[in-house]
């Protein structure tokens, strides 16, 4: 028997200021009912309970829950989660695209947003964080982490962010197609991270920061936003 919405009862586990929050909206974008199942970092981590769901201990995870039989799907990683959603939920193509090829492009960003493009941001911004060491150690730590910056990260961040850039460019103002698709969605929160920790300026980046202007003014998003504001958090 084919599974309908209403068999399912969907829950996300959600770590509050995390990557999690664009999972809620693509949910909410796509109308889907679900639940949000909360969980506050404890010295900037996700609790130890978040293991017991999955044992990553990583957010999100989305699970989802026959009415019917009892039987649970526990799905870990955004990428994968998406093309989840995306497969079984987005029957009328909403943020899928009737294009074979356009379909492939966003398919291509569920994995490059995880594989190539957050893990030179993550570097940087962890090298960021261990120059906010006290002083005297900040003097030798801030030599080292500008060294590896400068190996790496740095150049990286800037090939990855061009790239997104001319992205945009090519293809009227959002990632795939010239609209609204989960690429935008699963792409919003590395870029925003990239603007908000100061490795992207608008200067440099002008249309991704145009692009996020855009896509975050959708009414999906504020509802989004207005569930984790109400369960206390920014994002
Ligand atoms: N590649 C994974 C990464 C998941 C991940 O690292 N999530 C962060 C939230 S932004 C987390 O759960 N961090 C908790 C921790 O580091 O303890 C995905 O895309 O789902």
Redesign the pocket.
């Known amino acids: 028997m084919k599974q309908t919405m209403s068999n399912l009862l969907v829950r996300v586990h959600w770590?509050n200021k995390?990557?999690?929050f664009r999972l809620l909206w693509l949910l909410d974008h796509l109308k889907v009912e679900y639940e949000i199942i909360p969980y506050m970092r404890v010295n900037n981590?996700?609790p130890e309970s978040l293991k017991k769901i999955h044992p990553l201990?990583?957010?999100?995870i989305l699970e989802i829950e026959d009415k019917v039989t009892g039987k649970k799907k526990i799905l870990?990683?955004?990428?994968y989660i998406f093309q989840y959603v995306l497969e079984h939920f987005d029957t009328d193509n909403i943020l899928k695209n009737e294009d074979i090829d356009m379909n492939e492009k966003i398919q291509f960003y569920l994995f490059y947003t995880?594989g190539s493009l957050q893990s030179p941001l993550m570097m940087e911004y962890i090298l960021s964080l261990a120059k906010e060491s006290p002083f005297p150690i900040s003097y030798l730590v801030t030599i080292v982490a500008n060294k590896i910056s400068e190996a790496y990260s740095k150049g990286e961040v800037k090939n990855q962010l061009d790239f997104v850039e001319a992205e945009i460019a090519n293809n009227r103002g959002y990632l795939v197609d010239g609209k609204l698709s989960g690429a935008d969605i699963i792409m919003s929160f590395p870029c925003q991270m990239a603007f908000l920790r100061k490795f992207a300026k608008e200067e440099d980046y002008p249309l991704m920061k145009k692009w996020l202007e855009t896509i975050t003014a959708t009414p999906s998003y504020k509802s989004s936003i207005e569930k984790v504001h109400a369960l206390g958090s920014s994002m």
């Open positions: 770590l995390s990557r999690a981590r996700a201990g990583r957010s999100p870990a990683e955004s990428g995880e």
